[in-house]
């Protein structure tokens, strides 16, 4: 796995252009179609795959999850041997701007066959025009918000949608907590944010629960006080939130700070340890809808468990599971027809149905969408569990 650094973007992007060939498939043309089907394919290059992932900035704590779930893929893949996949990684630094470059660099003629990520919708939607002009598939494994894949037909992803689990989320929190009345609370600068909160007041309506106010705020906000005691005032059955980790952290130190001890429900933002590790006691309580618990049992996620803790010494987070699937997806789409080509890779993307992910059963559908079971979380002991 190659990992080339911001500073080497530029270099790289010129060294890409002057020695690209003539194949518009991806790396090294015809090499990379193989012989056989399934495992028994075998192809003689390796696959090149590109990884646009934010591992500086305000969302570097998802892309750093992300690269280690991709790299232990990459490791066991490759040691199954028929197909080598040759991952690189390169840093968007949550910016769509580098986003954007990082795409025209991987999609040169000679470049990545697929590429993964970006890590957040907000760069996703600059960058992937780029990759859908030029004929390479990409394959999303965070972007959340709805539209990401209507960008064209090489675009997929194995994230689920804010519309797919914030209902189901809402629901579930209205039957706990008996919610008639909260505060909305969302960015109005990020993507996700700002369609969470869209999809959030769509979901309280249709289970009749009051949206008392709606206040927003920046990513790069960092004192919440003064709108937490605005919606102290509304005196609110719970706090429901669509932001970024960064923000979460501070927002719900700080809503428990001033007394503030209603159940607070985070958009897919909140799925990461960070809001535990560094909101401590304050993120008791918390309650997310997610793609991926660790408590589920089926095969593939208790081997991926075991296998994370051995190789990273800790346990993996929603983001690590997405990442490390989205290679396997990957894997399943190549050996579908023994091609690393791009557009054979964009068609068994498309065929993927049924396929036992750590995610669980996953199929992309005809809006090259994933479809597999939600679950919603809540924070307990310093963990997320299910919220029963």
């Not at 990459?74 to 028929?82: S, T, V």
């Not at 937490?228 to 609110?236: N, Q, R, S, Y």
Request: negative net charge; aromatic residues 4%.
């Amino acid at each position: 796995m190659a990992h080339r650094g911001p500073a080497l973007l530029a270099a790289t992007v010129l060294t890409v252009a002057l020695t690209a060939c003539a194949s518009e498939g991806g790396g090294s043309g015809g090499s990379l179609v193989g012989e056989g089907t399934g495992d028994d394919c075998t192809i003689a290059s390796p696959v090149p795959v590109g990884a646009a992932l934010s591992l500086t900035g305000a969302a570097a704590s998802y892309g750093e999850s992300q690269q280690k779930g991709l790299e232990l893929a990459a490791e066991q893949l490759n040691a199954k041997g028929g197909v080598e996949y040759e991952l690189t990684v390169e840093d968007d630094q949550t910016d769509p701007k580098q986003g954007i470059a990082v795409f025209e660099q991987l999609t040169a003629a000679d470049g990545a066959s697929v590429i993964i990520g970006p890590t957040l919708s907000t760069a996703a939607f600059q960058a992937q025009p780029i990759a859908q002009d030029e004929g390479v598939p990409v394959l999303a494994i965070s972007n959340t918000v709805d539209g990401i894949t209507a960008q064209g037909e090489y675009i997929f992803r194995d994230s689920l949608t804010e519309s797919q689990v914030i209902p189901q989320t809402v629901a579930a929190a209205k039957a706990e907590y008996g919610l008639e009345k909260v505060v909305v609370m969302h960015a109005n600068d990020d993507a996700l944010a700002e369609a969470g909160g869209e999809v959030f007041a769509g979901a309280l309506d249709a289970e009749g629960i009051e949206v008392a106010d709606t206040l927003t705020f920046s990513v790069a906000d960092t004192d919440f006080r003064a709108l937490l005691t605005e919606a102290k005032a509304a005196d609110p059955d719970a706090l429901v939130v669509s932001s970024l980790i960064e923000a979460a952290i501070p927002l719900v130190t700080q809503a428990r700070e001033l007394g503030i001890d209603v159940p607070i429900v985070g958009g897919n933002g909140f799925n990461n340890p960070k809001l535990m590790a560094d909101a401590g006691d304050a993120a008791e309580g918390v309650v997310v809808g997610a793609a991926w618990n660790s408590s589920s049992d089926n095969p593939e996620n208790t081997a991926f468990l075991a296998d994370f803790e051995e190789k990273y010494g800790a346990q993996p987070d929603q983001f690590a599971a997405q990442a490390y699937t989205g290679l396997m997806l990957v894997d399943a789409a190549v050996r579908a027809s023994c091609s690393g080509e791009r557009d054979a890779i964009k068609e068994g993307l498309g065929g993927i149905e049924g396929a036992a992910t750590v995610l669980g059963e996953l199929t992309i559908n005809d809006e090259r969408d994933a479809e597999h079971e939600a679950v919603v979380q809540v924070v307990e002991d310093g963990q997320f569990a299910v919220l029963d």
